[in-house]
């Protein structure tokens, strides 16, 4: 049995594919891990940012309760100023 030259070129040919397709299927699993991985990362990061917000958008809300407590403070006539001629008398601001 005589084996030509065309015939090692296919059987070469074959085995290369093969091999090919071998290592881009293991490839192919390992980037899907990575992107599953990835995708649970961001999901996570995603989650974070989300907390915080939250978080910044209660302290917001907390500020400006505290500076609307104070400005109704600043506000009001609860403020005392001295007389000049007689210290201990306190009056009001009107």
């Given at each position: 049995m005589k084996i030509n030259s065309f015939e090692i070129i296919t059987i070469?040919?074959?085995?290369?594919?093969a091999c090919y397709a071998l290592l881009y299927s293991y490839s192919f699993k390992n980037l899907n891990n990575r992107v599953k991985f990835l995708e649970e990362k961001m999901y996570l990061?995603?989650?974070?940012?989300?907390n915080e917000v939250e978080v910044i958008k209660k302290l917001n809300e907390n500020h400006q309760y505290l500076?609307?407590?104070f400005n109704q403070i600043?506000?009001?006539?609860?403020?005392?100023r001295f007389d000049k001629d007689n210290?201990?008398?306190?009056k009001t601001l009107n």
């Open positions: 070469v040919y074959v085995i290369g594919m990061l995603i989650e974070i940012n989300k500076v609307n407590i600043e506000s009001a006539d609860v403020r005392f210290p201990t008398e306190k």
